[in-house]
């Protein structure tokens, strides 16, 4: 069984919920993802059950993969490039803390301009961030 919660971010949890994605991003009238994830889930081929589902679904997408453990201003700002550069409209992050916590950044940035380092604090966007789903491939995340 799978879930869904929305807050504003998706989170998929469950067996096969991945298979859902495609219905889900065409709901919303999204189409063409940046997906943030990292080498080590490229390489190990788990990326690639999420891409299978977008290209069944003829969704596009770009893959940033360059996250790094405890995402830095420049994971960030890449991949932010690689984002207005393919002409992205939405995130999906996949994998663990790392991968999600460069999203969001990705994400907000995108969304109020200026640099991660102006947000800062509390309160700080003045608009939501990009439209982001996240499919967690950790227990912990």
Known sequence: ????F????ISYMGEGCIKNLGNEIKSRGLRKSLIVTDKILVNI???KKLTNVLD???IEYVIFDETKPNPTVTNVNDGLKMLKDNGCDFVISFGG????DAAKGIALVAANGGDI???E???RSAHPQLPLMSIN?????
């Open 1 to 4: 069984m799978s879930y869904a």
């Open 6 to 9: 929305f807050m504003p971010s």
């Open 45 to 47: 081929g788990l990326v």
């Open 56 to 58: 069944e679904n003829k």
């Open 97 to 100: 803390g790392s991968p999600h």
């Open 117 to 119: 380092k102006d947000y």
């Open 121 to 123: 604090g509390v309160d």
């Open 137 to 141: 491939t950790t227990a912990g995340t």
